[in-house]
């Protein structure tokens, strides 16, 4: 069996001893996400316009035959994105 050296045991000791900077970078890692996440986000009239559009796609999209179910999930989901976007350019 092959012997470990002491330069090796100090390294392995080190990288062991570096939680602190671990935990500081997945902090610094989550106020970034939270901050892209909260630019990003709609302002309260597209909130509001998002949410009409939506519930007259919703009933648009079922009264075309559309379900949400687990074969036909793609074709629901692909209508009711042109429909929002056909809703959101007719609002606006």
């Known amino acids: 069996m092959k012997s470990t050296k002491d330069s090796e045991v100090k390294i392995a ?13 997945v902090v610094i890692g989550m106020l970034l996400t939270m901050l892209v996440v ?7 009239e597209e909130r509001v316009l998002n949410r009409a559009c939506f519930k007259e796609c919703k009933a648009t999209v079922e009264r075309e ?4 179910s687990f074969l036909s999930s793609r074709d629901y989901i692909e209508a009711m994105k042109e429909c929002h976007k056909e809703c959101t ?4």
């Open 38 to 44: 909260w630019i990003t986000m709609p302002n309260p």
């Open 65 to 68: 035959g559309h379900t949400m």
């Open 13 to 25: 000791y080190r990288m062991g001893q570096s939680w602190g900077s671990q935990i500081v970078a």
């Open 89 to 92: 350019s007719r609002i606006e």
